[in-house]
């Protein structure tokens, strides 16, 4: 039976990968920074029925010795790290803390890696950000990063360290970066959660309005429970790479929104308030990613539509904030 520990595991991508990972038959261990009370620690989990079925363990990113004690006890022989303070938009607020989380976090992990767990095989969560103002229309694995945020250069960081790791020290060491992937287990201060929750208590009557930055921007979306399973894909394979992993396809916010408010039989134009405070410091237009690498390595590919994978969000904010609101 093999040994996987994931940082970041009461995240989205964690608990996908979790569930994903239990029907394969490992065992899953958890890395948890014990800052919020036991219930909201475990919400994801426990919407997939796996909470139970995992190992939490005490640790930090920013902790060096927490991470080689877990190593030692654990011996896993599949790491994925990806914990990161992950919002975009708060990057700006925090940049030393998500320089520190982010960035220095990974670099954490590998040394931990390098030094207590040789063997095992690492995957870095880094992503599309990186490419920021994009030099290429269609992005790939050879595309110039040009990041334009605090998070995308913390994450780019901790990308080319997952490089230089695997280059300098010989380490399985493989980076998946990843376009936009949502679910109805995505932060609700992610605009994909923020427009299905709106259009769930829009529909409910409990508000009126989603105020909205700009709804023009375009995004390469796909669903976590197809993007998980690439990573997995990765470190089954005999060398360590980097992979694009993404649709192919953009859609704007606008588009988002005509989904999810039609689906329950609402018109988006009667509802969005455009708010200037919503707009980034320095945007990133579009995002479109080349997965071809992915497929012809991997045999993967998306299977999970946009469209399906936002109705199937609005039906869970629906049950959600009916449940809450009785």
């Not at 095989?121 to 490419?131: G, K, L, N």
């Not at 953009?250 to 005509?258: D, I, M, N, Q």
């Amino acid at each position: 039976m093999k040994r996987a520990l994931i940082t970041g595991i009461t995240g989205q991508d964690g608990a996908y990968l979790s569930e994903f990972l239990l029907r394969k038959g490992y065992e899953v261990y958890g890395l948890v920074r014990r800052s919020a009370s036991s219930e909201v620690i475990g919400a994801k989990l426990r919407w997939l029925g796996v909470e139970h079925d995992v190992r939490l363990l005490d640790g930090n990113l920013t902790d060096l010795s927490s991470l080689m004690r877990i190593m030692r006890d654990v011996k896993p022989d599949e790491i994925y790290n990806l914990a990161a303070q992950s919002f975009v938009k708060s990057s700006w607020n925090q940049p030393l803390l998500t320089g520190a989380v982010t960035g220095l976090g990974a670099a954490n992990v590998l040394e931990a890696v390098r030094l207590e767990a040789t063997n095992a095989r690492f995957y870095q969560a880094s992503s599309s950000e990186m490419f920021g103002l994009v030099r290429e229309p269609v992005q790939s694995e050879t595309t110039p990063f040009y990041p334009r945020s605090p998070y995308a250069a913390a994450k780019l960081y901790a990308h080319c360290m997952t490089v230089n790791y695997r280059e300098s020290y010989g380490l399985h060491a493989t980076s998946g970066i990843l376009f936009n992937h949502e679910s109805p287990l995505r932060g609700i201060e992610f605009v994909t959660r923020k427009v299905t929750d709106a259009v769930a208590r829009i529909k409910l009557g409990l508000t009126r309005k989603l105020a909205l930055g700009n709804i023009e921007v375009r995004r390469d979306w796909g669903h976590a429970r197809d993007y998980v399973e690439a990573m997995w894909l990765m470190l089954q394979q005999d060398q360590p790479d980097d992979y694009v992993v993404a649709t192919g396809r953009t859609t704007t916010v606008r588009e988002l929104c005509r989904v999810a408010f039609e689906y329950a039989g609402l018109n988006c134009y009667d509802h969005i308030v455009i708010d200037p405070d919503f707009f980034r410091p320095a945007e990133v237009e579009a995002l479109r990613g080349n997965a071809a690498k992915a497929k012809a390595k991997l045999g993967w590919e998306a299977r999970i539509s946009f469209e399906d994978m936002i109705r199937e969000m609005v039906d869970a904010d629906l049950r959600r904030v009916e449940t809450q609101s009785k």
